[in-house]
């Protein structure tokens, strides 16, 4: 098949960014759950052609920052972002989008889309590991009908502060959602293009599968690529 015909049954294709993060096939079943054709890949053309793409992320801070360099990730996830096409990140695709992250008395450079940093929860237990409640903003797209539910989180670090200057009035704020475990943290943002969790929406149940189908209906379809073949 064509790798430029148009999607079947017009779903939206989304690119999970194939950079070396752990198990990313558990993402990938459960987009494909939720309503998308996927791909697996790490092509600039797929990458900055697909109506969405998500960032999976497991690990330390600097190793993710590490591998996304590696494959020129940072270039071309800025692009699409400049751009207004949709990116999804997920745990520490979530925390690469701060300023920097501070783990284990590394303190390395992010993304610097949000303002913040990732730190150890001050927490009696840690990691944070197992179902957790959150707290979304009204008019929240992600969150829709499922504010209520609780979602899958295992992570150590978070971003337990925000602060942001809007500049311009024109422009929507970030809408940040919350959880708490010892001290709140930053569960999600909701930032135009650019979306991401700190949890795992895949290992999340029902409740993940619609998080992603409400990101899935929120995306072009283009029909600019087709997964002819699921890894590039």
């Not at 783990?103 to 990732?118: A, F, I, K």
């Not at 929240?140 to 150590?156: A, K, P, Q, W």
């Not at 895949?202 to 690529?225: C, D, F, H, M, V």
Request: aromatic share 8%; charged share 20%; hydrophobic share 40%.
């Amino acid at each position: 098949m064509n790798a430029a015909v148009q999607s079947s049954q017009n779903k939206p294709v989304v690119v999970v960014l194939d950079y070396g993060a752990g198990n990313v096939r558990s993402a990938v079943r459960a987009l494909e759950q939720a309503g998308a054709d996927v791909i697996l890949s790490r092509q600039e053309s797929d990458v900055l052609r697909a109506d969405g793409l998500v960032v999976p992320g497991v690990g330390a801070f600097d190793a993710v920052m590490t591998s996304l360099k590696k494959i020129d990730a940072l270039r071309m996830i800025g692009r699409r972002i400049a751009g207004g096409r949709p990116v999804l990140g997920i745990c520490v695709g979530l925390q690469v989008f701060f300023e920097q992250g501070n783990e284990h008395g590394v303190v390395s450079e992010g993304m610097g889309e949000w303002p913040g940093t990732v730190e150890k929860l001050r927490a009696e237990v840690i990691p944070h590991m197992g179902w957790n409640t959150v707290s979304a903003p009204e008019g929240s797209v992600l969150f829709d009908g499922i504010e209520n539910e609780r979602f899958y989180f295992v992570h150590s670090y978070a971003v337990q502060e925000w602060s942001f200057d809007q500049n311009n009035e024109a422009m929507l704020p970030p809408q940040v959602t919350w959880s708490t475990h010892g001290v709140p943290f930053i569960a999600a943002v909701e930032n135009g293009p650019l979306s991401a969790t700190q949890f795992h929406p895949e290992k999340s149940a029902q409740a993940g599968i619609r998080l992603l189908q409400n990101w899935i209906n929120s995306l072009p379809r283009t029909g600019r690529i087709i997964p002819a073949g699921k890894d590039r």
